[in-house]
């Protein structure tokens, strides 16, 4: 019963076959290899975007913070909700690689920033000139740190302001299969044709032993992505196994199915969570990740029989009265089972 995060997950057989494969012979370094021309075509045809260019990176937080250095000058702002994950999870990873940029956090249910907050937060920037912060890029999460989706009318409102105040839209995938799934669009229509310039394509979370691709729908700053990546420490030189990695992810959509098992796993779960008494969903649960609380006994017994998954916020205890309701975040995999969502239902129910 393990929930902590889709992080703890094993890797499919799919990508292990692939890196076994990939470790033959001898290969040209630095992304030069012809696995990646590859993947570069495949993210091209599943985007809709021939002229688009993809980099690959070991991590998330290299993802995020490189492609919004390329963004974002250092006297600028990046407007993000205060739960994105570029604000909670990164360590001031994008303040660091931008050189400083600062980071205007803005609210929103389900940890998802509004077309009027995100409005009214620029109106407010720079009002006096250069004294001020200035206007840099903006960055949303899909889907949120909170399980909740940007379908492709929500991110086409936040387009259209930052565009109307000429500012490029970053697009934190990290979860990006599990939105797109629940969205039921294509990815062209999630990213680009919605106005996003920069998209995060995660792979780690989705089931990847360690990679995730930056895909730049505006190409004019490519080259920069390149030094910005070397210069920070990113750019592999056996860059083989990253690609074989991200190439057998795109084969035969393995990826769109690694995400519908996690996010059907999500829904038993949280349906099974919403119909024992006693027991609430905190957010929608839209993708692979359920927020609800439960009374503390559930919680002991629940981990007593080994279930592993955080309490949320973590500053919760479980000790005290049994019946008092204690709040937890939830994350299914591509490999949770029925009975691994079954075996902890009936653990928090009693």
Same mark, same amino acid.
């Given at each position: ?13 799919? +990508? ?33 975007? %021939? ?16 492609? @919004? ?18 604000? /909670? ?5 994008? /303040? ?16 998802? +920033? ?8 620029? *109106? ?27 379908? %492709?009318?929500?991110? &086409? ?25 629940? &969205?039921?669009?294509? %990815? ?5 044709? &919605?106005?996003?310039?920069? @998209? ?11 990679? /995730? ?63 024992? %008494?006693? *027991? ?6 839209? &993708? ?30 479980? /000790? ?27 653990? +928090?129910?009693?």
């Amino acid at each position: 019963m393990h929930f902590a995060s889709d992080n703890t997950a094993p890797v499919p057989p799919q +990508i292990l076959e692939a890196l076994i494969e990939v470790n033959h012979g001898y290969a040209p370094p630095y992304g030069t290899e012809v696995q990646m021309t590859e993947v570069r075509e495949k993210i091209r045809q599943v985007f809709e975007a %021939p002229e688009a260019e993809v980099f690959l990176v070991p991590t998330g937080t290299a993802a995020n913070a490189i492609a @919004l250095a390329c963004l974002c000058p250092p006297w600028a702002t990046v407007f993000c909700h205060r739960n994105s994950h570029v604000e /909670e999870d990164e360590c001031a990873a994008p /303040e660091f690689y931008t050189g400083g940029a600062k980071l205007t956090l803005l609210d929103g249910a389900d940890a998802k +920033i509004t077309p009027e907050g995100l409005e009214r937060a620029i *109106a407010f920037t720079a009002r006096a000139g250069v004294h001020n912060v200035q206007k840099g890029a903006v960055s949303i999460t899909n889907a949120t740190e909170l399980g909740a989706v940007y379908t %492709p009318d929500d991110v &086409a409102l936040i387009c259209a302001v930052a565009k109307k105040a000429g500012l490029p839209v970053h697009m934190d995938g990290s979860r990006f299969a599990n939105a797109l799934v629940t &969205a039921g669009c294509t %990815p062209a229509e999630m990213t680009w044709k &919605a106005g996003v310039d920069v @998209l995060s394509f995660g792979g780690t979370k989705n089931g990847l032993m360690g990679v /995730e691709a930056v895909v730049l729908f505006n190409p004019s700053k490519a080259w920069e992505f390149q030094l910005r990546r070397k210069r920070g420490g990113h750019l592999f030189s056996k860059h083989r196994y990253l690609s074989a990695q991200m190439a057998a992810y795109l084969d035969d959509d393995l990826w769109l199915k690694l995400a519908e098992r996690a996010n059907a796993a999500a829904k038993r779960l949280s349906d099974g969570i919403a119909a024992l %008494p006693d *027991a609430t969903l905190l957010h929608p649960t839209e &993708a692979n990740a359920v927020f609800a609380a439960w009374p503390r006994a559930g919680h002991r017994v629940a981990q007593d029989k080994g279930a592993y998954y955080y309490l949320w916020p973590m500053d919760q205890t479980l /000790e005290g009265a049994g019946d008092v309701l204690v709040s937890a975040r939830l994350v299914c995999s591509w490999c949770t089972t029925d009975e691994d969502v079954d075996q902890f239902l009936s653990a +928090i129910g009693g």
